[in-house]
T-cell receptor, first 114, second 112 residues
Framework: GENVEQHPSTLSVQEGDSAVIKCTYS??????FPWYKQELGKGPQLIID?????GEKKDQRIAVTLNKTAKHFSLHITETQPEDSAVYFC?????????????FGQGTTLQVKP | EAGVTQFPSHSVIEKGQTVTLRCDPI?????LYWYRRVMGKEIKFLLH????????ESGMPNNRFLAERTGGTYSTLKVQPAELEDSGVYFC??????????FGQGTRLTVV
């Protein structure tokens, strides 16, 4: 069935370093790949997304890359700050009209040490 | 603009009891999704409403779970009777179209 694998499960970096989280999806029909950030006591918040017709997308310190052939996509956070500490989820979806349930990865707990 | 709101934020019930979770989506969003995260695992899809109709309920675990969205506005998710394995955080998300973009803060359900 549909599956998204996410690694690592935990990641600790020093403030100012980069952080990379990787995901692999199983359904080759997937065409939409969002990333969510969940802070303590809050719901997941969409931080960036990418569609299958794009290989890379950047928004300030956050970038996402997609390799459709390998069915991999990654989140890159540069110049990390303590407020980047949170749980990050990748997801994959087959987006068509009003369909589009999200298949989530297991989550990565990112800790940025000051 | 108000975001997606879920009630209650926490619920502790005994095994065998009934619990009803509520989700108020962002006004005007036709798409409403329910998800669940159990024991620190991945967030799993439960079902998807388009207005008041169930578009996809393939993720509902069993017939102890009943979701409704009367009038296409708020939605309720009832668990009856609750079992220990139903414990987790239940999220609601809404969007004007496509996958749920805006998530609520979640309801943490604990069945004891």
């Amino acid at each position: 069935g549909e599956n998204v694998e996410q690694h690592p499960s935990t990641l600790s970096v020093q403030e100012g370093d980069s952080a990379v989280i990787k995901c692999t999806y199983s359904d080759s029909a997937s065409n939409y790949f969002p990333w969510y950030k969940q802070e303590l006591g809050k719901g997941p918040q969409l931080i960036i997304d990418i569609r299958s017709n794009v290989g890379e997308k950047k928004d300030q310190r956050i970038a996402v890359t997609l390799n459709k052939t390998a069915k991999h996509f990654s989140l890159h956070i540069t110049e990390t700050q303590p407020e980047d500490s949170a749980v990050y989820f990748c997801a994959a979806s087959i987006r068509s009209g009003n369909t589009g349930k999200l298949i989530f990865g297991q989550g990565t707990t990112l800790q940025v040490k000051p | 603009e108000a975001g997606v709101t879920q009630f209650p934020s926490h619920s502790v019930i005994e095994k065998g009891q009934t619990v009803t979770l509520r989700c108020d989506p962002i006004s005007g969003h036709d798409n409403l999704y329910w998800y669940r995260r159990v024991m620190g695992k991945e967030i799993k899809f439960l079902l998807h409403f388009v207005k008041e109709s169930k578009q996809d309920e393939s993720g509902m675990p069993n017939n102890r779970f009943l979701a409704e969205r009367t009038g296409g506005t708020y939605s309720t998710l009832k668990v009856q009777p609750a079992e220990l394995e139903d414990s987790g955080v239940y999220f609601c998300a809404s969007s004007p179209q496509g996958p749920g973009r805006f998530f609520g803060q979640g309801t943490r359900l604990t069945v004891v």
